[in-house]
């Protein structure tokens, strides 16, 4: 079966860049990526390419070339899924705010959504792919949706979950580890609707990463996936405060570790907590799972991952009020980052945002500069969490164009975010322009703890011994 015209229902983090990349890769096929959010169609319209609504390094050229070719960004839902033989779903799945399962189960309803409009909207057979991440098990309920609702079409349902991280998403679609497409394996139509997906693929994927299994396994390969990962990330960091009572340096042991084939260096970077708009959701998501299947030491076992996450995050605003003589309070305190890593303007979990509501709490003003990240959105963050009212976020929280109007007079420097400029800041300037003593916490480990406390910082850092 030849595809001629895809639809990507949902203009987020992943479909933009997804479907940016299949449309880069296959000119001939015309990728119409839609959206019920206007304001985010006509971002990812904009002339000015530094203004597309998701910042990933190398987007803007890709967008740039496919744009108005084969790449099309528009609100007019209907149109695109009819048009199409393949749509892709590839809509927010956050946890539940309401409800059964409400703080664990993922919220499908947007989905469930996708699904009927699909059906509504097809006057003809069509592959439908799940791109979100999704309960294992949620192909029945989209199948039983189409089937039902629908003008007696007939569609082929497959899973192929998306791997990206965010920072690197542009790498991470040219050459991915492995693409992965789960489908109805026992039917006819099921293998020609996967070998359909497995040809835009190969157009740029080797066939040796394209894997096909049954759309279970894949549905739960991708929960499994980010719990592995983020269960790295929260090893690393339950050692790092073992490191900081006993002297040994979490450097030194995750490099000792990680030359082990079997283990391997990837994913044990110390760090003052995940975060991130996925680790967290999916693996509440797992643990909702196991617990409706009744496996409750399963569903303990990873939400320990969890756990120990917001201990760090906890940990890490503790040990600034510590040094800061117990009291933050009307004390001028500067987050360098907000975003929940580097290289992406995305703040979803971010750790900074914990970190701020924990400070804010002991009435300290904070001042945040990050390269990509707005005030609005830092305001959207913390008014979020409603534990205190606006206006007394206004008064406390603050973000700053310039790092170094940012740092001036604080009596504390934290670092929530790697980016990489933060290296190059000018830190004998800061250090004359601030409170002393100088502290600075360094969330990241990014920062060259020697070179500051030859100038005369104080400088804590993950998982080492001050
Ligand atoms: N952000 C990431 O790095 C990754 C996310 N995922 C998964 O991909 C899915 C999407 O994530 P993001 O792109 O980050 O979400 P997002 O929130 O950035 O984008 C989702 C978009 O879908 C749109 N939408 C919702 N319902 C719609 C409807 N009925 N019709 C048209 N548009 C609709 C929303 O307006 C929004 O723009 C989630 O399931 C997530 O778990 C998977 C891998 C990586
Ligand atoms: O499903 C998803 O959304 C995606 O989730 C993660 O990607 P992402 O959250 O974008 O970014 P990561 O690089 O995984 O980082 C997640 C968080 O863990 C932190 N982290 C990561 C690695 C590490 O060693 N230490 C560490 O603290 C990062 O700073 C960040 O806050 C996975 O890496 C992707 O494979 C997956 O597709």
């Given at each position: 079966m030849n595809i001629s015209k895809i639809c990507c229902i949902g203009a987020g983090y992943v479909g933009g860049p997804t479907m940016a990349v299949i449309a880069q890769?296959?000119?001939?096929?015309?990728?119409?990526?839609?959206?019920?959010?206007?304001?985010?169609?006509?971002?990812?319209?904009?002339?000015?390419?530094?203004?597309?609504?998701?910042?990933?390094?190398?987007?803007?050229?890709?967008?740039?070339?496919?744009?108005?070719?084969?790449?099309?960004?528009?609100?007019?839902?209907?149109?695109?899924?009819?048009?199409?033989?393949?749509?892709?779903?590839?809509?927010?799945?956050?946890?539940?705010?309401?409800?059964?399962?409400?703080?664990?189960?993922?919220?499908?309803?947007?989905?469930?959504?996708?699904?009927?409009?699909?059906?509504?909207?097809?006057?003809?057979?069509?592959?439908?792919?799940?791109?979100?991440?999704?309960?294992?098990?949620?192909?029945?309920?989209?199948k039983d949706i189409l089937d039902n609702t629908g003008n007696g079409y007939k569609f082929q349902i497959l899973s192929n979950p998306e791997f990206l991280a965010e920072g690197t998403a542009v790498e991470d679609l040219l050459d991915p580890d492995r693409v992965l497409i789960g489908g109805d394996t026992s039917t006819e139509e099921g293998l020609e609707a996967i070998q359909a997906l497995v040809d835009v693929y190969?157009?740029?994927?080797?066939?040796?990463?394209?894997?096909?299994?049954?759309?279970?396994?894949?549905?739960?390969?991708?929960?499994?996936?980010?719990?592995?990962?983020?269960?790295?990330?929260?090893?690393?960091?339950?050692?790092?405060?073992?490191?900081?009572?006993?002297?040994?340096?979490?450097?030194?042991?995750?490099?000792?570790?990680?030359?082990?084939?079997?283990?391997?260096?990837?994913?044990?970077?110390?760090?003052?907590?995940?975060?991130?708009?996925?680790?967290?959701?999916?693996?509440?998501?797992?643990?909702?799972?196991?617990?409706?299947?009744?496996?409750?030491?399963?569903?303990?076992?990873?939400?320990?991952?969890?756990?120990?996450?917001?201990?760090?995050?906890?940990?890490?605003?503790?040990?600034?009020?510590?040094?800061?003589?117990?009291?933050?309070?009307?004390?001028?305190?500067?987050?360098?980052?907000?975003?929940?890593?580097?290289?992406?303007?995305?703040?979803?979990?971010?750790?900074?945002?914990y970190v701020a509501d924990l400070l804010l709490n002991e009435g300290a003003n904070i001042y945040v500069y990050d390269p990509k990240v707005s005030e609005d959105q830092m305001y959207n963050d913390i008014d979020y969490l409603n534990t205190r009212t606006k206006v007394e976020n206004r008064r406390l929280l603050q973000s700053e164009f310039d790092p170094y109007a940012a740092c001036k007079g604080a009596h504390a420097i934290a670092v929530l975010t790697e980016w990489d400029e933060f290296r190059e800041l000018d830190w004998q300037k800061i250090y004359d322009q601030m409170q002393k003593p100088c502290q600075i916490f360094d969330g990241r480990n990014l920062l060259d703890k020697q070179k500051l406390e030859k100038i005369g910082f104080r400088v804590y850092a993950i998982g080492k011994s001050s």
């Open positions: 890769k296959c000119p001939q096929i015309q990728v119409k990526v839609v959206d019920i959010n206007q304001a985010r169609i006509d971002a990812w319209n904009s002339e000015d390419l530094s203004a597309l609504p998701v910042y990933e390094p190398g987007l803007d050229a890709i967008v740039g070339e496919a744009r108005g070719r084969n790449l099309f960004f528009s609100s007019e839902v209907d149109l695109a899924i009819e048009e199409a033989d393949m749509v892709f779903i590839s809509v927010n799945t956050p946890t539940k705010t309401y409800g059964e399962g409400k703080g664990q189960a993922a919220d499908l309803k947007w989905i469930e959504k996708c699904a009927r409009q699909i059906a509504s909207a097809s006057k003809s057979n069509k592959i439908v792919v799940e791109k979100s991440t999704l309960p294992v098990r949620t192909a029945e309920a989209v190969a157009h740029w994927v080797p066939s040796e990463r394209i894997l096909s299994t049954n759309v279970w396994s894949s549905e739960l390969s991708k929960l499994t996936a980010n719990a592995f990962l983020a269960q790295r990330v929260s090893s690393i960091n339950s050692l790092s405060e073992l490191c900081e009572s006993t002297e040994a340096d979490i450097y030194e042991v995750s490099r000792a570790i990680g030359k082990d084939s079997r283990i391997g260096p990837k994913f044990l970077q110390p760090s003052v907590g995940f975060g991130g708009s996925c680790f967290q959701k999916d693996i509440l998501n797992l643990v909702y799972i196991c617990r409706s299947y009744g496996l409750f030491e399963v569903a303990d076992y990873w939400e320990q991952v969890i756990k120990i996450n917001d201990h760090q995050k906890g940990r890490f605003a503790k040990k600034i009020i510590k040094s800061l003589y117990n009291t933050v309070s009307g004390k001028k305190i500067t987050f360098l980052g907000w975003a929940f890593k580097k290289d992406t303007n995305d703040t979803r979990e971010s750790a900074a945002i």
